[in-house]
């Protein structure tokens, strides 16, 4: 905690000194002095900077990883299919039930051994919706639950 507090520190007061440096009681004159001072006081604060980031660049920083979907518990069963992910579907020739293929993906974690035999598709006013067929899945011995 105190590195990074007294890296800002510096890092004001480094600031702060070169601001009260730029102010002079004598009149602004060119010459190569000058420009050598500038040069050389540009490299120093380039020098220092980078001193500060390679500072920062030791101190551990820790983030949390979240995992972007949650996954069923272990203590679920593998036969047990998310409610969230069914759904009814308006189609051109009426409604159409279905347990989401992508939703499934997100929040159930055997999703491969899903039975090919029960995909299904609908085209939608939206597009085309894949997925499960619900009754076909409980005839294979999937339950749709609430989680």
Known sequence: ??????GKFIAA???????VTGFSPAPARADSDDAAKIAVGLATLFIIGKA???NDKNTVHRHHHYKPHPKPH???NRHHLPAKCHFVHKTWSGKVEMVNRKC???YYSY???LPQVCRTQANTPKGFRSGYDPRC???KGYRI???
């Open 1 to 6: 905690m105190f590195r990074s507090i007294s």
């Open 13 to 19: 007061v480094l600031a702060t000194s070169i601001a």
């Open 52 to 54: 500060l980031s390679d």
């Open 74 to 76: 272990k203590t679920r």
């Open 104 to 106: 499934l993906n997100r």
């Open 111 to 113: 999703n491969a051994s």
């Open 137 to 139: 899945l409980r005839n």
């Open 145 to 147: 639950v609430r989680f």
